[in-house]
Nanobody, 130 residues
Framework: QVQLVESGGGLVQPGGSLRLSCAASGFTLDYYHIGWFRQAPGKEREGVSCSSSGNASTYYADSVKGRFTISRDNDKNTVYLQMNSLKPEDTGVYYC???????????????????????WGQGTQVTVSS
């Protein structure tokens, strides 16, 4: 069964850090593009960062460049999102997703209505507030 499970969210003060994890089961993450997405209340889901199969290329939304880092641990079949210098506008539910390599990571992160491999997980809540 294909499954992605997100974890690591929480409540953090502005300027703080969190590391999100996305554990995959039922397939090998390294064969797919992987991305992190977020959805704030009342807003559309948006791409935050996407990483290509083999980690050859990455994409970051302008709003997170220099603050967030996506990485993979193939031995653990897990992808991470290190988030530093968090801002209140980073608040939202964060999801990870996997797609095939027939599209670019930029397309993965920016296309509307992405239909990822195995669907969307339950997400993990990130709240940045003092």
């Amino acid at each position: 069964q294909v499954q992605l499970v997100e974890s690591g969210g929480g409540l953090v003060q502005p300027g703080g850090s969190l590391r999100l994890s996305c554990a995959a089961s039922g397939f090998t993450l390294d064969y797919y593009h992987i991305g992190w997405f977020r959805q704030a209340p009342g807003k559309e889901r948006e791409g935050v960062s996407c990483s290509s199969s083999g980690n050859a290329s990455t994409y970051y939304a302008d709003s997170v460049k220099g603050r967030f880092t996506i990485s993979r641990d193939n031995d653990k079949n897990t992808v991470y999102l290190q988030m530093n210098s968090l801002k209140p506008e980073d608040t939202g539910v964060y999801y990870c997703a996997a797609v095939g390599t027939d599209i670019s990571v930029q397309t993965m992160c920016t296309m509307p209505s992405l239909d990822p491999w195995g669907g969307w997980g339950q997400g993990t809540q990130v709240t940045v507030s003092s």
